[in-house]
């Protein structure tokens, strides 16, 4: 149905840049948000940041200032500048689709990526 495809992870110094892309394909009528999340080893995952199709965001405390999130909403495609990054932002970041509503317009369901690693080194 719908298909959340990630990329642009990598190893990167610390105080480095990173940008992940993430692009929703199928059968899409709209997108309400879409968002990044990070899971670190031992630790559950959080929000990173989303963004509404109107373009309000939120970002969580530890990335403000130094990540940017922003959306295409005619490509469905959300990305996620990270900058100054550091050894604690090392996780596996996840692509998150929310209230999708498809052609078929039976409702709203949420959709995940498969996770991209980013590893900061000190």
């Known amino acids: 149905q719908v298909q959340l495809v990630e990329s642009g992870g990598g190893l990167v110094q610390a105080g480095g840049s990173l940008r992940l892309s993430c692009a929703a394909s199928g059968s899409i009528f709209s997108i309400n948000a879409m968002g990044w999340y990070r899971q670190a080893p031992g630790k559950q995952r959080e929000l990173v940041a989303r963004?509404?199709?109107?373009?309000?965001?939120t970002y969580a405390d530890s990335v403000k200032g130094r990540f940017t999130i922003s959306r295409d909403n005619a490509k469905n495609t959300v990305y996620l500048q990270m900058s100054s990054l550091k050894p604690e932002d090392t996780a596996v970041y996840y692509c998150?689709?929310?209230?999708?509503?498809?052609?078929?317009?039976?409702?709203?369901?949420?959709?995940w990526g498969q996770g991209t690693q980013v590893t900061v080194s000190s």
């Open positions: 963004i509404t199709s109107g373009g309000p965001t």
């Open positions: 998150n689709a929310l209230r999708v509503r498809l052609l078929r317009n039976d409702g709203t369901y949420d959709y």
